[in-house]
């Protein structure tokens, strides 16, 4: 059985910064690619990043660039979001997510979701 696991959200302040985890079980992640995105109340859900495990390439939506950082460990299933510099716009339930896809940011190409994990900026 496919399972996705998010944990690290919370709130924290603007500047701050926090680390999601999301470990996977039920598959190798080996041959997936592993997305992160969020949704804030009334938006649509938005890409925020992407891993690919089979060549390790990364992707990153403009709005999150040059603060997050996404990496794997395949040797434990899991998928951190390094978050920087966070700003009250970056409120939101993150999700991370897997598919056989290239890395992108199209929610619909993702075939594997987790629960969310609620993050809140504000001081």
């Known amino acids: 059985q496919v399972q996705l696991v998010e944990s690290g959200g919370g709130l924290v302040q603007p500047g701050g910064s926090l680390r999601l985890s999301c470990a996977a079980s039920?598959?190798?992640?080996?041959?997936?690619?592993l997305g992160w995105f969020r949704q804030a109340p009334g938006k649509e859900r938005e890409g925020v990043s992407c891993?690919?495990?089979?060549?390790?390439?990364?992707y990153y939506g403009d709005a999150v660039k040059g603060r997050f950082t996404i990496s794997s460990d395949n040797a434990t299933n899991t998928v951190y979001l390094q978050m920087d510099n966070l700003k009250p716009e970056d409120s939101a339930v993150y999700y991370c997510?897997?598919?056989?896809?290239?890395?992108?940011?199209?929610?619909?190409?993702?075939?594997?979701w987790g629960q969310g994990t609620q993050v809140t900026v504000s001081s």
């Open positions: 891993i690919s495990n089979t060549d390790g390439s990364t």
């Open positions: 997510a897997a598919g056989v896809v290239p890395c992108g940011l199209v929610a619909g190409d993702y075939d594997y």
């Open positions: 039920g598959f190798v992640l080996d041959y997936y690619a």
